[in-house]
T-cell receptor, first 112, second 112 residues
Framework: SQTIHQWPATLVQPVGSPLSLECTVE??????LYWYRQAAGRGLQLLFYSVGIGQISSEVPQNLSASRPQDRQFILSSKKLLLSDSGFYLCAWSVTSINEQFFGPGTRLTVL | GQQLNQSPQSMFIQEGEDVSMNCTSS?????WLWYKQDPGEGPVLLIALYKAGELTSNGRLTAQFGITRKDSFLNISASIPSDVGIYFCAGHAKGSNYKLTFGKGTLLTVNP
């Protein structure tokens, strides 16, 4: 069966510090991968998605970036965090031919 | 882009009552998905719908893909305290690549 992992689970970072969140998927090959941010208002905002190694599509211009160095690894990064980057970050995966997306447990980021 | 209107935004019900929530779209969707999110966790897929008019059940949950392809509803029968959480609808429109459009969620509170 497939599983998706995210770490860390929680993170408190000062403004201006760098960020690296990691997501890995097990039990499937060549998945589509997604990064979402969920603010306190509950909505899910798609940040990036990837259909293959090194292929990243950005949905919202911001100071975040994503990379996919391996087939089942997706990384969300920032060089300098802003207060507005606080939120709940969710990674998801899907099979390329099916629209169902499956979410990881999330990372709670607080920028102070 | 596509927009999803999910209603109600929140519901307060007594244990044992039935619940109904729905989503409407400004565009035609070829897939409707319903997710549940517990506090501090990632959303979990409950039901996936792929055909107009399709009615699918998962235990006490029933969801339908509207005939117009622009709406879907989710019913929960005989609610129990563990049904508490945020329920999201999501849809996939033809031509939107691998991206889903999410509703803003329905917060369900069940009083024992």
């Amino acid at each position: 069966s497939q599983t998706i992992h995210q770490w860390p689970a929680t993170l408190v970072q000062p403004v201006g510090s760098p960020l690296s969140l990691e997501c890995t998927v097990e039990g499937t090959s060549n998945p589509n991968l997604y990064w979402y941010r969920q603010a306190a208002g509950r909505g899910l905002q798609l940040l990036f998605y990837s259909v293959g190694i090194g292929q990243i599509s950005s949905e919202v211009p911001q100071n975040l970036s994503a990379s996919r160095p391996q087939d089942r690894q997706f990384i969300l990064s920032s060089k300098k965090l802003l207060l507005s980057d606080s939120g709940f970050y969710l990674c998801a995966w899907s099979v390329t031919s099916i629209n169902e997306q499956f979410f990881g447990p999330g990372t709670r980021l607080t920028v102070l | 882009g596509q927009q999803l209107n999910q209603s109600p935004q929140s519901m307060f019900i007594q244990e044992g009552e039935d619940v109904s929530m729905n989503c409407t779209s400004s565009s035609i969707f070829n897939t409707w998905l319903w997710y549940k999110q517990d506090p501090g966790e990632g959303p979990v897929l409950l039901i996936a719908l792929y055909k107009a008019g399709e009615l699918t059940s998962n235990g006490r949950l029933t969801a339908q893909f509207g005939i117009t392809r622009k709406d879907s509803f989710l019913n929960i029968s005989a609610s129990i305290p563990s049904d508490v959480g945020i329920y999201f609808c999501a849809g996939h429109a033809k031509g939107s690549n691998y991206k889903l459009t999410f509703g803003k969620g329905t917060l369900l509170t069940v009083n024992p």
